[in-house]
């Protein structure tokens, strides 16, 4: 069983940065795909960035492309969000989430195990 805790939220303003960052344990890390999600109030839970295994493939969602970095060190079982230009509408509990599949997904359904979450809210 694979345990993922996610840390690094909190509050930012408009046009400012975080970081986000998840441990995993229990599991291969370097096995797994790894992704963070975020799910607003009312609204679907949405991929924000994926990375696989080895990190040299990177997906983001359209509204976060070059503003949020995501990196992996396997070394340390560790995945991060980095979050740059930071807008309002981006308020959201960020999850980290696991994949033991091989190529990189989008879809939530995919992932095997996730975090409990952490709440990024940016203010205007």
């Known amino acids: 069983q694979v345990q993922v805790v996610e840390s690094g939220g909190g509050l930012a303003q408009a046009g400012g940065s975080l970081r986000l960052s998840c441990a995993a344990s229990?599991?291969?890390?370097?096995?797994?795909?790894m992704g963070w999600f975020r799910q607003a109030p009312g609204k679907a839970r949405e991929l924000v960035a994926a990375?696989?295994?080895?990190?040299?493939?990177?997906h983001y969602a359209d509204s976060v492309q070059g503003r949020f970095t995501i990196s992996r060190d396997n070394a340390k079982n560790t995945v991060s969000l980095q979050m740059n230009s930071l807008k309002p509408e981006e308020t959201a509990v960020y999850y980290c989430?696991?994949?033991?599949?091989?190529?990189?997904?989008?879809?939530?359904?995919?992932?095997?195990?996730w975090g409990q979450g952490t709440q990024v809210t940016v203010s205007s």
């Open positions: 989430a696991a994949d033991r599949s091989v190529e990189v997904s989008t879809d939530p359904r995919k992932y095997d195990y």
């Open positions: 229990g599991g291969t890390f370097g096995r797994y795909v």
């Open positions: 990375i696989s295994w080895s990190g040299g493939t990177r």
